[in-house]
T-cell receptor
Framework: SQQGEEDPQALSIQEGENATMNCSYK?????LQWYRQNSGRGLVHLIL?????REKHSGRLRVTLDTSKKSSSLLITASRAADTASYFC????????????FGSGTRLLVRP | DAGVIQSPRHEVTEMGQEVTLRCKPI?????LFWYRQTMMRGLELLIY????????DSGMPEDRFSAKMPNASFSTLKIQPSEPRDSAVYFC????????????FGPGTRLLVL
């Protein structure tokens, strides 16, 4: 069964707007990662946040982690048409040294 | 540096045929993962190798699936016999650390079993 569930399942915004995606998970984690998947392609790692971190930035990406609520959010600022893709959160559960459990993804459409 | 390489990129076969998917991880990476992605079940871990040794194959659906890693630069996932419900995109990923850190994915093999 999937550990992470993204919300919303789909998001459509205008270029230049910000996009926020949320991820909830069930068990204690070592880290949480976000990946992007363009149509017909493999997943590309975006950012990793560890369980003892609350916020992390990378370029136009901002990730927050609230371990008390078992949730994370990914914010993409000043979105571009090229940001159109599916975004997945992946959790590294504390009871495993190697597993990543992927959520169901959010499909983001950025309209030019 | 080349990323994870998978072949073939697309495979169409008939039910009952043997299918072999291939993966070359990033040089120097010691962990390799095979995943299957479907609309219904999302991305599922099939098998995990560390230093060429299968560590966790609990995600392999049934005996029709087998995977090998004869050396650090090559792995195969075999389905024999194939069934229509095996239709999916199969990804290979590798990491340098062996832990649940950043995974580098290949482009995937899109398999269609008729």
């Amino acid at each position: 069964s999937q550990q992470g569930e993204e919300d919303p399942q789909a998001l459509s915004i205008q270029e230049g707007e910000n996009a926020t995606m949320n991820c909830s998970y069930k068990t204690s984690i070592n880290n949480l990662q976000w990946y992007r998947q363009n149509s017909g392609r493999g997943l590309v790692h975006l950012i990793l946040i560890r369980s003892n971190e609350r916020e992390k930035h990378s370029g136009r990406l901002r990730v927050t982690l609230d371990t008390s609520k078992k949730s994370s959010s990914l914010l993409i600022t000043a979105s571009r048409a090229a940001d159109t893709a599916s975004y997945f959160c992946a959790t590294g559960p504390m009871d495993s040294s190697y597993k990543l459990i992927f959520g169901s993804g959010t499909r983001l459409l950025v309209r030019p | 540096d080349a990323g994870v390489i998978q072949s073939p990129r697309h495979e169409v076969t008939e039910m009952g045929q043997e299918v072999t998917l291939r993966c070359k991880p990033i040089s120097g990476h010691n962990s390799l993962f095979w995943y299957r992605q479907t609309m219904m079940r999302g991305l599922e871990l099939l098998i995990y190798f560390n230093n060429n040794v299968p560590i966790d194959d609990s995600g392999m659906p049934e005996d029709r699936f087998s995977a090998k890693m004869p050396n650090a630069s090559f792995s195969t996932l075999k389905i024999q016999p194939s069934e229509p419900r095996d239709s999916a995109v199969y990804f290979c990923a590798s990491t340098a650390s062996g832990g649940a850190e950043t995974q580098y994915f290949g482009p995937g093999t899109r398999l269609l079993v008729l």
